[in-house]
């Protein structure tokens, strides 16, 4: 969102979280404690300025892209408060349109990202014995589990897949799709933020979410659910939007050279991507903060052993899928189970406690 700090001079690149730095005090967290898990363009992120001359020609690139979005998608009117109930009925209503379109929307490279799931979910068979067992959270229309089975088959990778979602339209597509007919694959109703109630705790080798975690309004309850049913070394992998990072801008060529716009990948992501491509258009939140308190997620199970995620990979980049331009990036997420301290899991939890999610 833009907003106006001085006469005749504008500000991008909202902060995402707010720190209680006296709660982490009192817990005897120090800095390089907090910075295990939070980089400097999250704590302390860049202030982006820009002029009146810049702010017009923004403006009219800005009109361009929401009149393409308008014509070719017709986003709904508002976003409304993004609850459950609201969330379930764009979907329902999307759902047997939604695999040309989210294609449409980014650009083809939305089978790229779920294929990487595949590739993911096959490095990790080649490694396992015996049957590997796989669930694609916010599963949708069941487009991931497809190139999950497809990569798995050629490897000759023994794996039962289940797609879980939460809304019945989009599994009906997923059922009388045209994902392989198989004993191995089935698709149930569920709610992602109840994994820990719906499956048996250390039951999957992997769990997969392409794209699910922004249409949840509380992502860290999938996280624990997700924590709880791994396997001890079992792997989750996460692809969803991340807003740019000042520091990191893609690149434009133009006559055999490249150009950096790091204003203007922001002020669109802040201005159009969020309030029109994702809350009115699909119903999706902000993921970014998500990347960041995924590897914060703890519990203690029954026999006193605490459990947390280590970090395998991450990364974030501004890929060329929107419109073809390289202005929505996306970051890619894989936390594996394992075993902690009870002291890590006290500072994991202060930490969490003393975050939240900037307004």
Same mark, same amino acid.
């Given at each position: 969102m833009l907003y106006q700090q001085k006469k005749g001079v504008f500000v991008a690149n909202k902060p995402v979280i707010v720190v209680d730095y006296r $709660?982490?005090?009192?817990?005897?967290i120090t800095d390089a404690e907090l910075k295990k898990y939070f980089p400097r363009y999250v704590l302390n992120p860049t202030t982006l300025y820009y002029g009146w001359l810049k702010r017009v020609g923004l403006l009219i690139i800005q009109w361009c892209l929401r009149m393409a979005v308008n014509l070719s998608l017709?986003?709904?009117?508002?976003?409304?408060?993004?609850?459950?109930?609201?969330?379930?009925?764009?979907?329902?209503?999307?759902?047997?349109?939604?695999?040309?379109? *989210? *294609? !449409?929307?980014? *650009?083809?490279?939305?089978?790229?990202?779920?294929?990487?799931?595949?590739?993911?979910?096959?490095a990790?068979?080649?490694?396992?014995?015996?049957?590997?067992?796989?669930?694609?959270?916010?599963?949708?229309?069941?487009?991931?589990?497809?190139e999950i089975y497809d990569?798995?088959?050629?490897?000759?990778?023994?794996?039962?897949?289940?797609g879980l979602d939460y809304n019945e339209r989009m599994l009906a597509v997923a059922r009388n799709g045209d994902i392989p007919k198989s004993n191995r694959?089935?698709?149930?109703?569920?709610?992602?933020?109840k994994l820990a109630e719906t499956f048996e705790p250390d039951s999957f080798d992997v769990v997969t979410q392409v794209f699910g975690i922004g249409g949840i309004s509380q992502p860290l309850k999938v996280f624990?659910?997700?924590?709880?049913?791994?396997?001890?070394?079992?792997?989750?992998?996460?692809?969803?939007? *991340?807003?740019p990072i000042p520091e990191h801008p893609g690149e434009w060529p133009f006559l055999l050279k490249w150009y950096r716009f790091p204003v203007m990948e922001m002020v669109v992501y802040e201005d159009s991507t969020l309030p029109v491509v994702l809350n009115r258009l699909w119903g999706w939140r902000d993921t970014t903060l998500c990347f960041y308190l995924l590897p914060l997620i703890t519990y203690r199970d029954g026999n006193g052993k605490y459990w947390g995620f280590k970090v395998e990979t991450f990364e974030q980049e501004s890929q060329r899928w929107w419109f073809?331009?390289?202005?929505?990036? !996306?970051?890619?997420?894989?936390v594996k189970k394992i075993e902690i301290s009870e002291d890590v899991a006290g500072?994991? $939890?202060?930490i969490l406690n003393a975050c939240t999610a900037s307004q």
């Open positions: $709660e982490l005090e009192g817990a005897g017709r986003p709904r009117n508002s976003a409304g408060s993004l609850n459950q109930s609201e969330i379930d009925e764009v979907y329902t209503k999307e759902a047997r349109t939604y695999n040309r379109k *989210h *294609h !449409i929307t980014t *650009h083809g490279m939305d089978l790229v990202w779920r294929r990487t799931a595949g590739w993911f979910a096959s990790i068979g080649r490694n396992s014995r015996g049957r590997l067992k796989i669930l694609d959270i916010c599963t949708g229309t069941g487009l991931t589990v497809k990569i798995l088959q050629d490897w000759g990778i023994d794996a039962e897949i289940i694959i089935r698709f149930v109703h569920g709610d992602a933020t624990d659910g997700v924590l709880r049913i791994l396997k001890s070394g079992g792997q989750f992998l996460m692809i969803d939007m *991340h807003k073809a331009l390289p202005l929505m990036p !996306i970051a890619r997420i894989v500072k994991r $939890e202060a």
